[in-house]
Structures are given as C-alpha cells and as structure tokens.
C-alpha cells in the first residue's frame, strides 16, 4: 500500500515561488498518473497538475504557466514548484493518485499567498 506525505508548504509572498514535495512510502513506479490537488476553505478540493509515468503534464487553466509538475519514480517523489504565486493560489496542497484514491489522502501542506 502506498502512503503520501506532503511538505514544503509554507508563508510566501505574492509573485514569490515555492516547491513542495510529496514523499511516497511505497513504490509510484507502477501507477500511471500522479498529481497535485489543492483545497481552500469553503471550496472543493481540485485536481491543479498531474503526470503520466511517461512525463506527460497537464494543469489546471488557473496554473498553467506558473507550476511545474514533475516525477522521480526511483526516489519515490513527486514535486510541485509554483511561481508567480497569487493570493487565490493559498490553499491546502495535497498529492494523489488521477483518479484520485479515498486510501491516498495525506495531511496536505498549507501555502499561503501574501498580497
């Protein structure tokens, strides 16, 4: 069974940029999709990028541009780097399989955007 743990998040200032990184216990290599959700108080939580083990990307139209998925499967990790970081990007971050797994679900690791 594999076990995510999310980190990095942290205070950032608008325009600023941050990585955070999700840590599996367990081996990702054999699923297909891994991806970054987030969630903001009072919203649902939404799929913001994923990637195929092949390195295909796709994100969310409110992040394209700004975030870099990417996928180290020897290491077991998963990364986000977010630039160009908005107040309306602050929100919990949390990593999953696509589709997402009720099993997956990790604590997040809050952002917080400054204006």
């Known amino acids: 069974q594999v076990r995510l743990v999310e980190s990095g998040g942290g205070l950032v200032q608008a325009g600023g940029s941050l990585r955070i990184s999700c840590a599996a216990f367990?081996?990702?290599?054999?699923?297909?999709?891994m991806g970054w959700y987030r969630q903001a108080p009072g919203k649902q939580r939404e799929l913001v990028a994923s990637?195929?083990?092949?390195?295909?990307?796709n994100y969310a139209d409110s992040v394209k541009g700004r975030f870099i998925i990417s996928r180290d499967n020897a290491k077991n990790r998963v990364l986000l780097e977010m630039n160009s970081l908005k107040p309306e990007d602050t929100a919990v971050y949390y990593c999953?399989?696509?589709?997402?797994?009720?099993?997956?679900w990790g604590q997040g690791t809050q952002v917080t955007v400054s204006s």
């Open positions: 990637i195929t083990t092949v390195g295909s990307t």
């Open positions: 999953n399989t696509v589709p997402r797994s009720s099993d997956y």
């Open positions: 367990g081996s990702i290599f054999n699923i297909n999709t």
